[in-house]
């Protein structure tokens, strides 16, 4: 078993509507991120599985509950260690969140400009090697508006990488994407997370793909958390929710030839 | 929704609490930016050249218009009492204490502002402000800050322009239209405007434009926990029209405030 990136212990949030009713989105969970790995999280919508990415960045407070990052408790700390505990992360959002008055370039460089002391030469170098490397160079002028939605969450890709991080999140990543598209961001992924060891946590509506890339799968439900070390075993779960799950998520004919297999 | 009345008072009597702490911090936080280091001059310069240069038409005309129906109105009104020539104190003394700061602040909420409050929406809905919380960058020093602080450099400058500007329109309309002596104009003016008159009318702009940057600066950035804004691109025009008119009454009951205070 690997070492654990990210522990949640006993994390609770809930949010009280619109009508007063309060809405339990995580009700006690725990469960571990394993170091190196792909984890995905899944579930229907609304069901919390952004919240968890914002509660992993704290830019949600939990209720109650630790949130474990390499053995601090990020729900606890503030400032400067807040920051240096952010630093370990890349973000990959879902409309790729990139600053609209930028450049691709300065997308890329804002962090190597305000996160290091690298000189503009150094920095200049090292965005030049990363659009090569995401098949961005010539779209280095262009802002983002310009830019088609698979390009925006290469550049998203490529400014998170810039740090470094040892965890990558991706928050829905080929939303909106064409199929093809959505193939070139799985391959860039794949290829990315190969070069560079991260540990990943993907939360995505596109199940069959994105299990693929899986060595272990979160379904949440309702508050609860079911937990699946291969991402094969969701066929074999009993739970109704599960069942309605994969049935609904998966489709019919996906779910036919995982139980075929 | 609850149908209780009591219950509903309760709840907005909380929302209100919540949200009166709530940008409490953020303007605690505008301020912790302000002393972060790097620095980011050369934003607080564009912000200077939005905020400032930008607003310099709006104000002149505003304040050219103001100044001139003073001079009218006051002409029409002291003329009655033989009083004409008292006209250049009146009109340099309400622009100076009153209408100087007060109009300089709502023109540079509804121009300026409302662009502020829309930039922040935007980027809080398209979570460009959280990408800067995830790679460890403060946004209030990377961005909001600088709008603070070029507000309040910005404001109390129009603020005199606009004075300036409405002392001038009150003499083309007093003077050059109404036939009142330039003598008595000029003189009327230096004699009753005091150094206490200039000051209150500083620290009313200084106040203003804390209030403007304050105020719309923060509905921008809490566009998501706002009640009843709704969702995406609504949501931020909402949440910008009531910044603009939480501003603008902000300004005038301060404006009461100040005089009654300082007066």
């Known amino acids: 078993m690997s070492m654990a990136a990210i522990e949640f212990k006993d994390v609770k949030k809930s949010f009280v509507k619109g009508d007063g009713t309060v809405q339990h989105v995580l009700d006690g969970v725990n469960f571990s991120i394993p170091s190196g790995k792909t984890t995905v999280i899944a579930g229907g919508s609304g069901q919390g599985k952004s919240v968890t990415l914002k509660l992993i960045l704290r830019l949600m407070d939990v209720d109650s509950g630790q949130i474990i990052i390499d053995g601090d408790d990020i729900t606890r700390v503030r400032g400067k260690k807040l920051e240096s505990l952010r630093t370990r992360f890349g973000v990959l959002f879902q409309g790729a969140a990139l600053f609209d008055s930028l450049s691709v370039f300065e997308n890329i460089a804002l962090p190597l400009r305000e996160r290091t002391s690298k000189s503009e030469q150094e920095i200049s170098q090292l965005v030049s090697e990363s659009l090569a490397q995401f098949e961005l160079t010539g779209h280095e002028g262009k802002y983002p508006a310009q830019l088609s939605g698979g390009m925006q969450k290469r550049v998203g890709l490529a400014r998170a990488m810039q740090l470094h991080p040892s965890i990558m999140l991706f928050d829905e990543p080929t939303t909106g994407l064409d199929p093809v598209m959505t193939r070139e961001i799985y391959h860039l992924f794949a290829r990315t997370q190969a070069l560079f060891g991260f540990t990943s946590i993907i939360v995505s509506h596109d199940i069959p793909k994105v299990f693929n890339l899986a060595d272990q799968v979160i379904i949440l439900d309702r508050g609860r958390m079911d937990i699946f070390a291969r991402p094969e075993e969701i066929q074999w779960s009993e739970k109704e929710h599960i069942k309605d799950f994969v049935k609904t998520a998966m489709g019919e004919i996906y779910q036919s030839r995982l139980v075929e297999k | ?263």
């Not at chain 2, 940008?23 to 972060?36: D, E, H, K, P």
């Not at chain 2, 003394?93 to 509804?110: N, Q, S, Y």
């Not at chain 2, 329109?169 to 036939?179: E, P, S, T, W």
Request: charged share 10%.
């Open chain 2, 1 to 263: 929704m609850n149908s209780n009345p009591l219950a509903r008072l309760g709840n907005t009597g909380l929302y209100v609490l919540t949200d009166l702490g709530r940008m409490t911090l953020f303007l605690g936080m505008i301020l912790r930016g302000v002393f972060r280091r790097p620095f980011r001059f050369r934003e607080f310069l564009q912000q200077i050249h939005f905020i400032g240069v930008g607003s310099l038409t709006v104000i002149f005309f505003t304040a050219l218009s103001t100044g001139m129906v003073l001079g009218l109105q006051g002409y029409y009104s002291l003329n009655k009492f033989g009083a004409d020539g008292m006209l250049g104190s009146a009109v340099s003394l309400t622009l100076i204490m009153e209408l100087g700061p007060v109009l300089t602040a709502l023109m540079v909420a509804g121009r300026a502002g409302s662009a502020m409050c829309a930039e922040l929406g935007i980027m809080r809905i398209s979570e460009q402000i959280d990408a800067l919380d995830c790679m460890a960058i403060d946004p209030f020093r990377y961005f909001i800050s600088p709008k603070f602080l070029a507000t309040l450099i910005a404001i109390p400058l129009l603020t005199v322009i606009f004075d300036v500007v409405g002392i001038a329109g009150g003499y083309i309309a007093g003077v050059k239209l109404m036939g009142v002596s330039p003598g008595s104009y000029i003189q009327g003016m230096t004699s009753s405007v005091t150094n206490h008159d200039i000051y209150l009318g500083v620290i009313k702009s200084f106040v203003f434009a804390v209030l403007v940057v304050w105020i719309c600066c923060g509905r921008g950035y809490f566009v998501q926990r706002i009640r009843g804004a709704g969702f995406g691109a609504e949501s931020v025009s909402r949440v910008t029209t009531q910044a603009v008119v939480l501003s603008s009454i902000a300004v005038l009951v301060f404006d009461y405030l100040i005089t009654a205070v300082l007066l």
